[in-house]
């Protein structure tokens, strides 16, 4: 364990205010470092703020422990400074004793399948961030006029995509999601959701409460067929010996709904297994989407005991206007840091950046989704942060960090980032967003345009 005051007189860089960050932040700030957080937005949160589901308040109220973080003395914040852009890598490398990115994991998975692009198909990232009000997509456009959506895969943020688009704008109403989709979604004509999963019920990725909300939805009901939970053999040994509770409990919530009548629902979310998309099926002039070819799958185990979806030859065709792809998100290369393309990471030995064979790039970290991929809740970056921050405190003690040579000063990033603003900008809008929501009895109206964003917070680095 490092001594308590291993930082004083070091300085860090973090690039990315999202969770990761902000633990991180916590962490370095407490072992006397001081810290610098870098984002690209001038709002910090990163997935809290732009990937949490706005129905999901509670989850939200994390924020109230970085915003400790972020009055402890040695912290600064740099929001609106694209780090590989504004300034680079290099830069910051000659400005701090060490770096860490918590860049998270921005892009999607693929399904590699003909038609995957069709009007009318789109990735999980792009729809949360539009209906979170990302100032990225607050204009992107999606066509809610089909009255079937198929969305793909059986994580929590399809299961997130799939109730907000059946959700009762009652229900949306005191939420912060954005405007513009409070408006799309209030007239879409959506009233079925299938949520299409590649395995079978025993090995859907859900966690429990996210499973158990569908059932507890104002206007729209779970649908189960009573033979899509028939397990093979493999699936119910599995589940009897090796599985986490959480899959034993999901296991028995699906058979709940499988015996649940549809009641007054208006709007269903229905769960289909074992079916992986071959194509994706278009017409008209623009070839939108009008169904999904799929293929059923059987569970076969693997050498290494792991149990995989196996395509048989029985296909069917799903009449869809709607296809949400939601099969797991993706690092992006950043700056000139060395990147794992197979698993979409920035590459790294258990948190320091490394090349192919393992060298490392003394004082450069990485923490959360870019560091291990997009796994775990948003307190299980606590724990990957707590292991960079350790190394970083061991190579402080160790004397290997490397001197900087120039000072982050105000001046050079407001040269660099005319646009950046610190964390009394952020104060300022986020103050402006809540006024806002008070007269509409939501926790907050978004900005979502970064010139909207910029004039709430009242210019530019103050201190
Ligand atoms: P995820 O939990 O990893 O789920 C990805 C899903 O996509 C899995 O069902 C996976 O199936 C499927 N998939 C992958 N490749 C596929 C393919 N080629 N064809 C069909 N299906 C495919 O990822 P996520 O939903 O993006 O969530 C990311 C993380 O954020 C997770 O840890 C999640 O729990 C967390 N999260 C939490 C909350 C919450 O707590 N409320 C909300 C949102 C997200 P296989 O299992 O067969 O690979």
Known sequence: ?????????????????GPTGFYASDQLLGMGFS??????????????RFGVAPDH??????????????????????????????????ELRERYHAVLYATGTSSDNRLG??????????????????YNGHPDHHDDAFDLSATRAVVVGNGNVAIDIARMLVLDPDELAPTDTADHALQALAASQVEEVILLGRRGPAQAAFTNPELRELGELSRAAPVVEPGELELDEASRAWLETEAEPTNRRNYELLKEYAERPLGHATHRITLRFLRSPLELLGEGEDGHVTGMRIVHNRIEAGADGSLRAVPTDREEVIPCGLVIRSIGYRGVPFGDLPFDERRGLIR????????????V????????????????????????????????????????????????????????????????????????????????????????????LRAASRGALTR
């Open 1 to 17: 364990m490092a001594e308590t005051n291993v930082g004083e007189g070091r300085r860090v860089a973090i690039v990315g205010a």
């Open 35 to 48: 810290v610098d957080l870098y984002d690209r937005l001038p709002t910090p949160f990163g997935l809290v």
């Open 348 to 359: 790294n030995v258990g948190g320091r950046v490394s090349e192919d064979d393992g060298t």
């Open 57 to 90: 308040p509670k989850i939200k109220s994390v924020t109230r422990m970085y915003e400790k973080t972020a009055r402890k003395d040695g912290f600064r914040f740099f929001g609106g400074v694209a780090v590989g852009e504004d300034i680079t890598c290099a």
């Open 361 to 452: 790039h003394p004082g450069q970290y990485v923490a959360g989704w870019i560091k291990r991929g997009p796994s775990g809740v948003i307190g299980t970056n606590k724990k990957c942060a707590s292991e960079s921050t350790a190394l970083i405190a061991a190579d402080a003690e160790a004397g290997t960090l490397p001197e900087p040579t120039l000072e982050p000063s105000f001046e050079w990033v407001r040269e660099r980032a005319p646009h950046a603003i610190d964390w009394e900008g952020w104060l300022a809008i986020d103050e402006h967003e809540k006024r806002l929501g008070e007269e509409s009895g939501r926790p907050r109206v978004k900005l979502v345009t970064a010139d909207d």
């Open 113 to 130: 399948i003909p038609g995957e692009d069709r009007p009318g198909s789109y990735a999980a990232t792009r729809f949360v961030a539009w």
